[in-house]
C-alpha cells in the first residue's frame, strides 16, 4: 500500500493517541455522533459497516475527497455485483447520507439528487394457526418459550429478548416493550396460556441469578448511560434478562432461536420459506381473521403508520381477497 494509501487508511481506525491526546478518527466521529442523536445499536453498527465498505470500495481514500459519482458507483455495485436488495441497498444509502451530512457536515445539492431504490411489494409470509401448532410443537426448552411469546404478543425476536423482568407484569397481564423500532416504547398482552410457563422459566432465572450474586457476579449490561448514573443497578433483579445468555450479562442470542426456529419448520414438513419474523405477521393476520380492528393491532404491533399494518388484510384467509373464483360455480 503506498503512503498516501496508508494515510487514507487510518481514517478507518478508530481513535488512537497522537502527541498524548486521542485523534477524533472518521469512524469514531460517526459513532459519536449516532449516539448523540440516540440511534440504535444495530444501527450503530450497520452504519459504521457501510462506510468501512464505502471507502474500502473506494481505495481507502477520504470521503471529504469523494462525492455523487462515487457514491452512485458503490450502490450500483451493491445492485449489481452484490446483488443486494432494495432495503439494504437503501441502508447503506441511507448510512452514507449521514456520514456526509451530519459527521463531515456537508451540505451541497448532489445529496438530493441520490435516488433511493425502490422497495418491492412482497405480501409476507403467514403460517396457519395448525402450522404454527406444529411449529411450536416441534420445539422444546426456552427457544420454544421464546417462540410462543413472539406469536402470542407479536414482538419481533430481539424485542423478545431484551425483555427485563421488570418488563413482565402478571399482575396486569402486560408486557412492556421498550426501545423498540423507531425507539419507541409500547405495551402488549401477556398471553393467559404462557403466564405459567413463563412463572417457572422465571423461577429457574433467579436461581440463577442468586448464584451469580453470591460468587460476585451478576451484572448485566444496562441501556445507555444507567451503568454510569446507577452502577448498583445492574445487580438488581429487576434489571436482570428474562432470557439471559450463557453468561448472564447479555442476553440470549438470536441465532440460538434462529436455528431452533428453522429447523422446528424442516421437522413439520412446512412448504414455506418462515422465520422468526413470520410468528409475528402470523400474530398480526390471525388477530385481524378474529375480527380485531387494524388500528388495535397497529398498536400492538408499534407500526408508526397505519398502511404497514394494511398489509395483513391481503393475506386473510379468504381465499382470493372474500371473491368466490367462477370456476367453483361450474
Known amino acids: 500500500m503506498t503512503s498516501a494509501g496508508t ?17 477524533p478518527k472518521l469512524l469514531t466521529r460517526v459513532r459519536a455522533a449516532l449516539r448523540l442523536r440516540h440511534y440504535s445499536r444495530r444501527t450503530e453498527q450497520a452504519y459504521v459497516r457501510w462506510i468501512q465498505e464505502f471507502i474500502k470500495f473506494h481505495h481507502l481514500r477520504h470521503p471529504s475527497e469523494l462525492a455523487s459519482a462515487e457514491v452512485s458507483a458503490f450502490l450500483t455495485h451493491l445492485a449489481v455485483a452484490r446483488r443486494v436488495s432494495a432495503s439494504t441497498q437503501n441502508q447503506a444509502l441511507a448510512a452514507l447520507l449521514f456520514l456526509y451530512g451530519e459527521v463531515l457536515g456537508t451540505k451541497v445539492a448532489w445529496i438530493a439528487d ?20 406444529s411449529v411450536l410443537g416441534s420445539m422444546s426448552g426456552v427457544t420454544q418459550l421464546v417462540a410462543r411469546l413472539l406469536y402470542g404478543t407479536g414482538m419481533r425476536l430481539l424485542e423478545g429478548l431484551q425483555l427485563r423482568i421488570k418488563d413482565v407484569d ?73 432470557f439471559p445468555g450463557r453468561e448472564q450479562r447479555y442476553h440470549l442470542h438470536p441465532t440460538a432461536i434462529q436455528r431452533a426456529f428453522r ?20 400474530f398480526a393476520t390471525h388477530l385481524l381473521e378474529s375480527g380485531y380492528d387494524i388500528r388495535t393491532v397497529q ?22 381477497l372474500g371473491v368466490r373464483s367462477p370456476a367453483d360455480t361450474l
Open 114 to 133: 441520490l435516488v433511493r431504490a425502490k422497495q418491492p411489494h412482497r405480501i409476507p409470509i403467514v403460517l396457519t394457526r395448525d402450522e404454527v401448532r
Open 299 to 320: 398498536e400492538l404491533l408499534g407500526h408508526r403508520d397505519l398502511r404497514t399494518t394494511m398489509i395483513y388484510t391481503h393475506v386473510l384467509n379468504r381465499g382470493g
Open 170 to 242: 402478571f399482575g396486569l397481564n402486560e408486557i412492556t416493550i421498550r426501545g423498540g423500532k423507531g425507539e419507541r416504547d409500547r405495551v402488549t398482552m401477556l398471553p393467559e396460556s404462557l403466564k405459567s410457563a413463563l412463572r417457572v422459566h422465571l423461577e429457574g432465572v433467579r436461581l440463577l441469578y442468586a448464584k451469580a450474586i453470591a460468587a460476585g457476579a451478576g451484572a448485566v449490561e444496562l441501556p445507555g448511560a444507567l451503568t454510569g448514573k446507577y452502577p448498583a443497578a445492574q445487580r438488581e433483579w429487576v434489571w436482570q434478562w428474562v
Open 7 to 23: 494515510r487514507a487508511g487510518s481514517y478507518l481506525r478508530d481513535a488512537t493517541p497522537s502527541g498524548g491526546a486521542r485523534d
Open 263 to 282: 429447523e422446528a419448520v424442516r421437522t413439520s414438513g412446512i412448504p414455506k420459506a418462515a422465520h422468526c419474523h413470520t410468528l409475528r405477521h402470523s
